[in-house]
């Protein structure tokens, strides 16, 4: 945690994002026993957008009273950041979708633990990827790589180098939560969040809709059956936790809110042994630690020789 008092609302925001996601694997691997991933998906993100549409509304009421009531046009430049936010949450928004639709998919052929601590991954990844924006990784970087690789292996593999499909799903899907979070990092600053955050639920929405409409079958009984997943995953999962990311984002550099928001994947394994009564063998445990090692080490080690650099600069720099 941070003495800067936004940087440490930040990672508290963050860190209550993690709680709810953590317990959200929980409802997403019992809401999809009822209906389609596509549909489920879905459903809670538009149930997402519809609980920040008041906070919405409320807020342009505040902020223009007298341009609504006249209903002027605004400005071009207000016009122009407009359509830059639009195109920042129609990105954000896709990713989100991607990320979403092979989490679902593989935590619905997978345990609740094990998908919270693959997904986790992109708490690793997220550094990688940088490179690919001439970012030089330091050398903890590649050793924490390292740890969660081979403690991936302990956590998922079935054999001799045979993964799952569900675990390789989600474990896709942790490479698209970390392009989701290189890209809410870059756009979060300059945009209203909970704008931001709206575009994206609502896009994600409408891509899974179409998905469902083309491959699944929804029926009543089912959305009846899924309603309390559907209302935990849409309100708290979504509604909440995805907007608390976006807000924190805006004081928390990429890779300190991943090292926060892969709190999850306990609070992961937490529900689905309280709930659902999942168990995880000495060798799935075994993994599970190597990965959080892994985490740790990728982002707490190179902390102290940066700080200790920081601390030799003069104040001015």
């Known amino acids: 945690m941070h003495s800067d008092p936004l940087r440490l609302r930040s990672d508290l925001l963050l860190l209550l994002a993690a709680f709810i996601w953590g317990f959200a694997f929980v409802a997403q691997r019992t809401g999809v026993e009822h209906i389609g991933s596509m549909a489920f998906t879905s459903i809670r993100f538009f149930i997402g957008g519809l609980v920040l549409l008041p906070i919405i509304v ?14 002027r046009q605004p400005p071009p430049s207000e016009r122009r950041r407009l359509s830059r936010r639009h ?26 633990g094990k998908g919270g601590f693959i997904t986790s991954l992109y708490v690793v990844i997220v550094p990688l990827l940088g490179l690919a924006l001439g970012r030089r990784a330091p050398a903890a970087t590649w050793a924490g790589a390292l740890l969660a690789a081979v403690g991936l292996y302990f956590l998922t593999m079935q054999g001799a180098f045979r993964m799952g499909l569900g675990d390789f799903l989600v474990l896709l899907g942790a ?20 704008k931001l955050a709206f575009t994206q639920f609502m896009v994600c929405a409408a891509l899974s809709g179409l998905a469902a409409l083309v491959l699944e079958t929804t029926t009543l009984a089912g ?10 995953t849409g309100v708290c999962s979504v509604g909440i936790g995805y907007t608390l990311q976006v807000v924190g984002q805006r ?31 000495a060798r799935a445990l075994l993994g599970c630690a190597l990965m959080l090692a892994g985490i740790l080490v990728s982002q707490l080690w190179p902390a102290r020789p940066r700080a200790a650099a920081a601390a030799t600069l003069p104040a001015d720099r």
């Open 251 to 281: 004081h928390a550099p990429p890779a300190d809110a991943a090292i926060l928001m892969s709190m999850e994947s306990v609070f992961a394994v937490l529900g689905g042994w309280l709930l659902l009564g999942e168990q995880l063998t």
């Open 58 to 71: 409320a807020g342009e009421r505040k902020r223009r009273p007298a341009a609504l009531a006249a209903g």
């Open 87 to 112: 195109l920042a949450g129609i990105l954000v928004g896709v990713a989100l979708f991607a990320g979403a639709t092979l989490q679902q998919l593989g935590v619905a052929r997978t345990t609740a």
């Open 223 to 232: 959305l009846r059956a899924a309603a309390p997943a559907i209302l935990y």
């Open 175 to 194: 490479f698209v939560w970390a392009v989701h979070m290189l890209l809410l990092g870059h756009f979060s600053p300059g945009h209203d969040p909970i």
